[in-house]
């Protein structure tokens, strides 16, 4: 819920122009919280209420922290990284926010053991501290002396109160379509998340370490899609957007067909060849998640002009939503299914088969995603040798 706030923090960095601050002030806000989630942690063992109020407050930070920190830092990336380069920043971004869960959850769960309360928060400020340390040193000189040029970016006479900036912005017929695109595809991203192991333990036989282990073919298989689609996009050439687009929506569609095909499978059991499955849903997942943002970080420049960060704060938005609400989903349909049926291998089926159809829905509005003529002639007019990053 606190990712609403994600379109304000990105318009008040519109407002300033520099993005470092925002992005600093977002880390300092997200370790503090962090923190504090620890320590409420410990303060459940003795007082319920004040472990509540604490968890309540920690988790609020986080949220603001994200939000204030990446909206930043993507708008950042689409300001400053050249056309070319956009679908391999997207891939840095991604591949190393992954690096990032991997080395922490394995380094902190050494350091857990023999666990204590205090330990727990020990390591969690420890954690923290790492995070901000690292995040300054990444954004030391990154807006250099060029600052004082992008600060100020919008005009005193283009300045207009938050909620008619939003307003405006969603009136742009393009950022309006890649608002409920995102919505759309994130949803049918995330809805197997939660339920991708119980389903290989109860239709396939799994054990719980088996099962485990199928996130780490998954995730191998995105780390692949991403690679693949960086590499192919910075060398693409002239036709980068387009490409960004057209492998957005191939990365929809396979990521449904595979979806489909594990729907498909369910009926098999342990005969289904479920890694290479699986495996092929993340090198799908991959490929999409890298074009979306690439054309996220593309398309964040087109419209009225210095509203990147509101623009990338609106799909921020979106995309968390969005991203709770299909773990949700997913899960409350299995149950639901459940229900309905007594067969848990055609309640699994129909929901992985319901996300499939989500992401070819997504893959639709895919297409529609770009300028579109009523699009353009509302634009500015722009200064010599600048384009629309369209075609």
């Known amino acids: 819920a606190v990712q609403l706030s994600r379109p304000r923090w990105g318009y008040g960095a519109d407002l300033g122009g520099a993005r470092a601050p925002w992005i600093m002030g977002g880390m300092v806000v997200l370790a503090a919280g962090a923190t504090l989630s620890a320590v409420a942690t ?24 994200v939000g204030a920190a990446g909206t930043n830092l993507l708008a950042l990336l689409a300001t400053r990284v050249a056309p070319a380069r956009k679908a391999a920043a997207a891939a840095i971004v991604w591949i190393m926010m992954i690096l990032g869960f991997v080395v922490t959850a394995g380094v902190a ?78 949803i049918a991203y995330s809805a197997q998340d939660l339920i991708l192991e119980p389903f290989a333990g109860f239709v396939h036989g799994y054990t719980p370490g088996e ?35 057209i492998w957005t929506m191939g990365g929809c569609v396979a ?15 342990a005969a289904w060849p479920l890694q290479t499955n699986v495996f092929a849903l993340g090198v799908a997942n991959g490929a999409f998640a890298v074009a979306a943002i690439g054309s996220m970080m593309t398309l964040a420049s087109v419209g009225q002009k210095a509203r ?22 997913g899960a409350v349909g299995i149950d639901f299914m459940r229900t309905m049926v007594a067969d848990v291998s055609l309640a699994f089926a129909a929901v992985f088969a319901i996300e499939g159809f989500v992401f070819l829905i997504a893959a639709y509005l895919a297409v529609r995603v770009g300028p579109t003529q009523a699009d353009n002639a509302r634009l500015p007019a722009m200064p010599a040798g600048e384009h629309l990053p369209a075609e």
């Open 42 to 65: 410990a303060l459940l063992a003795s007082s319920a209420a004040l472990g509540l109020i604490g968890a309540v407050l920690g988790f609020t930070l986080i949220g603001v922290g």
């Open 109 to 186: 769960g050494q350091l857990l053991d023999p666990f204590s309360m205090g330990r727990l928060i020990g390591v969690a400020g420890g954690v923290s501290l790492v995070a901000l340390l690292v995040a300054a040193v990444a954004l030391w000189g990154v807006e250099g002396r060029r600052s004082e040029a992008i600060r100020a970016v919008v005009p005193p006479s283009d300045r207009v109160p938050f909620r008619e900036a939003l307003g405006a912005i969603w009136n742009e017929g393009q950022a309006r379509r890649f608002t409920i695109f995102i919505f759309a595809s994130m």
């Open 211 to 245: 099962s485990t282990k199928l996130s780490s073919v998954q995730n191998g298989g995105v780390l692949m899609g991403m690679i693949a689609t960086a590499i192919i996009g910075t060398i693409v050439g002239r036709s980068r957007a387009r490409f960004m687009r």
């Open 255 to 269: 990521s449904g067909a595979a979806l489909l095909a594990l729907a498909y499978g369910a009926q098999f059991g």
């Open 308 to 329: 990147e960060g509101t623009r990338m704060g609106l799909w921020g938005a979106s995309q968390a939503i969005a991203f709770g609400l299909g773990g949700f989903i």
